[in-house]
């Protein structure tokens, strides 16, 4: 199998993580809810742990929805927003 890209996009509501190839068709697609946590009328928090829950989550489905190893996404890349 060719090499793979793994993008994941941790959004305020939700994480989604795709699989590609090299050429850029999608393999795999797996999204997850990040909730919010509402302390109060006008307070609102995240907490990171469950943005890796759902990060690893998402990483974990696509890569037994491929059938890739993990070592075969060995392409990182962060555009801060």
Request: net charge negative; proline share 5%; aromatic share 4%.
């Amino acid at each position: 199998m060719e090499d793979l890209l793994l993008g994941v996009d941790l959004g305020t509501t939700g994480t989604k993580t795709a699989l590609y190839t090299a050429a850029g068709a999608v393999v795999a697609e797996a999204a997850a809810e990040t909730p919010l946590r509402r302390r109060g009328p006008d307070a609102v928090n995240q907490d990171p742990d469950d943005f890796l829950a759902a990060a690893t989550r998402t990483i974990a489905a696509c890569l037994e929805q491929s059938g890739a190893r993990g070592s075969r996404a060995n392409r990182t890349a962060c555009w801060p927003r």
